[in-house]
């Protein structure tokens, strides 16, 4: 459910001329329809990334590799009851909607942060004299 204090801070940066990012799962209905009734209160569009066309397995195994590599660990479980509650919530017409992405990104390489290479020793000017 959208809270009082983030619908507030919400609707004074629009009061403000600001635009606003929320970013917001609407698991439930009524969290989309909070957004819409903001929106409309304050003469601002609504422009909503539907990533529901994300396969299920493709979010269950990005976060498995997020977890392997020290990252937040969701779960399974826990993303299947999400998956579930999303599928029902209608985003309203008029709505600007834009999909999420078609495939997943390319296979980027590991970083290990312990294997910064910084300038060699002999590129450090002595600074003693």
């Known amino acids: 459910m959208v809270t009082l204090a983030q619908h507030a ?20 209905q009524s969290t989309m329809d909070a957004w819409v009734e903001l929106a409309v209160a304050t003469g601002a569009d609504l422009h909503v990334w539907d990533f529901r066309d994300v396969p299920l397995e493709v979010c269950i195994a990005r976060d498995a590799q997020r977890g392997q590599a020290g990252g937040r660990l969701v779960g399974e479980s826990a993303i299947r009851r999400v998956a579930e509650r999303c599928a029902a919530v209608k985003v ?14 390319p296979e980027v390489p590991p970083v290990d942060p312990c294997q910064h290479r910084g300038p060699e020793e002999t590129d450090v000017p002595d600074l003693s004299t």
Request: with cysteine.
């Open 9 to 28: 801070a919400v609707a004074a940066w629009l009061h403000a001329g600001l635009d606003v990012v929320v970013d917001d799962t609407c698991q439930a």
């Open 92 to 105: 309203p017409k008029g709505t600007q909607v834009h999909p999420g992405p078609q495939a997943p990104p």
